[in-house]
């Protein structure tokens, strides 16, 4: 498990780079599979910017979903997106992992997590309406889905995945690159994130009992996500009839969004 997302949508920063030569110092057979990294720059760069590129495509097609519910639902479903570049360290980890040697094509071919993006909602319902207005779209290709909301890791996780392809049109060629894709809600991504920053702390002593408070927050939010969504509706659906001048401030309001 790897998770390397930034919490920016920048590259991966000079610090995490550092990461990548504590990696090979301790794995002779990662320290060759990082020469041969080196010896393909220029086409590894390549692929990098094309991965960057379909991170772009992919983030626009959340953006005008974002604009486009915002003006048929009045609110906006996604509070925030970051993406990440999978740094070079990983790559590496995962493809001596996959016990696949290292080459530009292998990576393009094996991983399908080099690009990806992060989706965060307010709420649950807007994660299913998220997935499936991307899911349709004709371009979009989708390779597989894990739904750990309905279906739950065992310790707790919860958040929506896709791999995605979705073509980068090129001055020169056209091509088919793969997402991956995770949709959440604030809640499940304040444990997943915890969680993951814990789980990186020295051994510690009842590990065992750790895990299971670990588990048991994740059931708690799982069910503040449940009251939220509940009370929402409620609002929603207590809303008094809106009187001439509401509809009037609302058209304004409405008018003014499309130009977001
Ligand atoms: P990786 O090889 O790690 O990419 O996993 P996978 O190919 O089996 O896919 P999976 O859908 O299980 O996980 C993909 C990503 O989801 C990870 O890289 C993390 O970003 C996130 N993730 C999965 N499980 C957990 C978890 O238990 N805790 C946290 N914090 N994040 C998780
Ligand atoms: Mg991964």
Not at 41 to 51: A, I, K, P, T
Request: with cysteine; aromatic share 8%.
């Amino acid at each position: 498990m790897n998770n390397d997302f930034l919490p920016i949508n920048e590259e991966h920063t000079g610090t995490e780079n550092n990461q990548l030569f504590m990696v090979p110092m301790v794995d002779k057979g990662i320290f060759e599979q990082a020469k041969k990294m080196a010896g393909t720059v220029v086409e590894y760069r390549e692929l990098r910017m094309m991965y960057s590129c379909a991170i772009k495509e992919i983030r626009t097609k959340f953006d005008v979903l974002n604009s486009e519910f915002n003006v048929r639902y009045q609110r906006n479903p996604i509070a925030s997106i970051t993406s990440r570049l999978k740094s070079s360290a990983s790559i590496l980890e995962k493809l001596s992992r996959l016990k696949v040697p290292f080459s530009v094509e292998n990576v393009n071919e094996h991983l399908h997590d080099v690009a990806g993006i992060r989706v965060i909602c307010y709420y649950v319902d807007d994660i299913y309406r998220l997935a499936h207005a991307l899911a349709k779209q004709d371009d979009i290709t989708v390779l597989n889905f894990k739904d750990y909301i309905k279906n739950p890791k065992p310790n707790g996780y919860r958040s929506y995945h896709l791999i995605v392809s979705v073509p980068v049109f090129f001055s020169d060629q056209t091509r088919e690159m793969k997402v991956e894709v995770q949709i959440r809600t604030i809640a499940m991504d304040f444990w997943a994130s915890l969680e993951h920053q814990l789980k990186y702390k020295k051994e510690v002593p009842d590990q065992a009992e750790i895990v299971s408070q670990l588990t048991d927050c994740a059931t708690q939010i799982s069910q503040i996500d449940t009251q939220m969504y509940e009370i929402r509706n409620r609002i929603e659906q207590a809303e008094d009839e809106p009187t001439e001048e509401d509809l009037l401030l609302e058209k304004l309001r409405r008018i003014d969004l499309a130009d977001e």
